[in-house]
């Protein structure tokens, strides 16, 4: 089956490496600023020729409490007037970017992410998904993936409401640990009862998918008190859970820095965390997907998987690889055709381009040739952990040994491992080798070499 995972500790100690998640082939550590909004209006163009669909990423930075795990691009504030003018340079991108476009290339999926989009009002909430649907063709059927990301301590009944009549249709609820003393360690206190009750909405309003966030290796945990959080996450009987390992870089993020680095589990610790949560979420039913992700079998994610149309981008897992992403707001990124780009991190730059009537793209690259095929690879072990070299030579044109003769012996070491089984027609992905796939990814990245490690999170 394709859940199916082995537990080999000795392999993850040995193979448990610092790097990317690959949402992208070359990760965004490649970005460069030769890449500017010249190249996005060109690459929007040649989306309106191929007529391609549309997925569309809104970022909404804003937050009124901090979170000292956060690593995400975000303000914190208490004043809600601050979104009223971000939110005025948001809709002057959406136009820019939308003229470029055909209104009928679809819109297949949308999602909201942050920060915490629902510190909107609902009034800056219908007028943003008004503005949308006026430069966009947003389907009206609720056929499409409309998703947004929920704090339940800033949602209730009545925005639950109001975000199901705008058209989403999924929720994704940040929920970390249930245990009070982890949640003051990284301060964000949020009961279950809190969380159970924009579930319960979110059913009773029938939206269509429900997926939780948890991260393991915070301040204060342990596998006793996680695995409480596990069972009572499994009680909620979300669709889908991510379970993130939280990857300590106080030098990278200062909010962080308010964690006492005394207080965080031992790598041995987080290692029984992993291995007890997986074993629960199993035995509850649902499968895992790769990378973090669990979903029942039911779930798109997890048919997908088993058909092999398993698709990987910076919204993570998705079914909506063939379409264009559209990054919209601060620091959001695009992924059109062969080009990369993001708009500045900078809250300040990317409103001042705007205010100067121009596209606050800051970075980004033009994939090459060589990053198309080992794109191409590493998007068919991180999601189906399975590729056929067939596929490779007949999209490229290539002698899949051929080309990549002096990565065999990695890859050899790797199939006597136990990793992955290795032959002259596939590279198949073994169930103690799925917990560690981006280690086998990473074989193919040909940049690792020349990165820092250390700006990457380990594989467990």
Request: charged share 25%; hydrophobic share 40%.
């Amino acid at each position: 089956m394709l859940d199916a995972i082995r537990w080999d500790t000795d392999l993850i100690r040995r193979y448990d490496l610092a790097g990317p998640r690959y949402t992208s082939y070359p990760t965004a550590v490649q970005f460069n600023s030769q890449v500017g909004s010249f190249d996005l209006f060109h690459a929007l163009r040649e989306s309106r020729k191929a007529q391609r669909p549309l997925s569309l990423y809104v970022h909404v930075p804003f937050c009124a409490n901090i979170c000292y795990y956060c690593a995400c691009n975000k303000v914190i504030t208490k004043d809600r007037g601050r979104a009223l003018p971000y939110l005025q340079r948001l809709e002057q991108e959406i136009q820019l970017v939308a003229c470029h476009l055909d209104p009928l290339q679809k819109v297949e999926q949308l999602h909201f992410g942050g920060g915490t989009p629902t510190f909107l009002s609902h009034d800056e909430l219908r007028q943003l998904m008004a503005r949308l649907r006026k430069h966009f063709n947003l389907l009206d059927d609720d056929s499409g993936d409309y998703g947004i990301e929920i704090d339940p301590r800033e949602a209730d009944w009545s925005t639950m409401g109001l975000l199901r009549e705008l058209g989403f249709n999924r929720v994704s609820i940040g929920l970390q640990d249930l245990d009070p003393a982890v949640q003051r360690a990284v301060n964000r206190l949020q009961s279950l009862e809190e969380t159970r009750a924009v579930i319960d909405a979110a059913r009773t309003l029938q939206f269509r998918s429900i997926n939780i966030d948890l991260i393991y290796g915070l301040p204060k945990q342990t596998a006793e008190n996680f695995a409480r959080t596990v069972e009572e996450v499994i009680s909620l009987q979300p669709d889908r859970l991510s379970v993130f390992n939280y990857a300590h870089l106080p030098e990278r993020f200062l909010p962080q820095r308010r964690i006492n680095s005394s207080d965080l589990p031992t790598p041995a610790e987080k290692l029984q965390m992993l291995q007890r949560t997986i074993e629960q979420l199993t035995a509850a039913g649902y499968r895992y997907i790769g990378m973090d992700h669990f979903a029942l079998p039911d779930d798109e994610l997890a048919i997908a998987q088993e058909e092999a149309t398993l698709q990987r981008n910076f919204q993570g897992y998705t079914t909506h690889g063939h379409c264009d992403l559209i990054g919209l707001g601060v620091s959001a990124i695009s992924q059109i055709g062969d080009l990369y780009c993001q708009n500045s991190s900078d809250l300040n730059e990317y409103q001042n381009a705007l205010a100067n009537s121009q596209l606050g793209t800051s970075r980004g690259l033009v994939c090459t040739q060589d990053d198309r095929i080992r794109r191409a690879v590493i998007q068919q072990l991180i999601c189906n952990f399975h590729l056929p070299f067939a596929t490779i030579e007949q999209q490229f044109n290539l002698d899949f040994r051929g080309y990549f003769g002096e990565l065999w012996p990695q890859l050899q070491a790797m199939a006597r491992d136990g990793l992955i089984e290795l032959d002259s027609e596939k590279i198949l992905v073994l169930p103690a080798g799925r917990l560690l796939v981006r280690s086998v990814c990473m074989v193919f990245d040909a940049y690792l070499e020349q990165q820092n490690r250390q700006r990457f999170s380990r594989v467990i």
